[in-house]
């Protein structure tokens, strides 16, 4: 049963982080082909790119069909409806947070049950969190929003820290732990867009 909401979860990540792939690639005004990709780009490539580096091969969008289905067919939703969705980016954004907290806890778990120490499942949760959207920026030629954003991966790398510290908790279960995390990254991106928090910049010289 466990499994099963984790695979319901990860297509759900799966669908929301596709609909901010479509939605950037409407505002750059691609074509309904470059909507798909960059929709199919977030949707799969950090889990793939996870797995890779995991050394679960095949990854699990090339075993699992509907992660790459999801993402096409979310993309073509999102390119025939783009007023209701580019108008409504802090939506967006907010749907984004959920994605972010499944997929952290999801990668973080995969590496647990690989027996990855801390560094391992921490970089497992926050690559599959975040990948796909840095891919993404790359294609636009801008610098990736998880480097500049407002607590976005520093979100991510809390909610596997968490997950990690609760699963040495005796009498919590992996659920439980999921759970918590995935809920601590979704109240962090939450908090950080609503106050537009962001980490400190350096100074250059001569700036105030």
Known sequence: MQDEI???????????????????GVRLRLDMLGVMVFAITVGCAG?????????????????????????ALTGLVVFFCAPMFVGRWRVVIH???????????????KAALLGLGVVGQVLSGVIGAVGGGV?????????PAVLTSDFYATA???????????ENVPSLDNTLCFALSAVCVIIIRFYAIRKHLKLPVARMAGEK
């Open 135 to 143: 891919l993404r920026d790359v294609f636009s030629k801008e610098i």
């Open 47 to 71: 889990g793939m790119v996870r797995d890779c580096l995991l050394g679960l091969a095949p990854v699990a969008a090339f075993t699992d069909s509907a992660y790459v289905a999801v993402s």
């Open 6 to 24: 984790i695979y319901a979860l990860d297509i759900f990540g799966t669908m929301i982080f596709a609909i901010t792939g479509a939605v950037k």
């Open 95 to 109: 749907c984004d947070a959920i994605g972010l907290g499944v997929f952290t806890a999801i990668g973080v778990e």
């Open 156 to 166: 991510s790398i809390i909610g596997a820290l968490l997950y990690i510290l609760l």
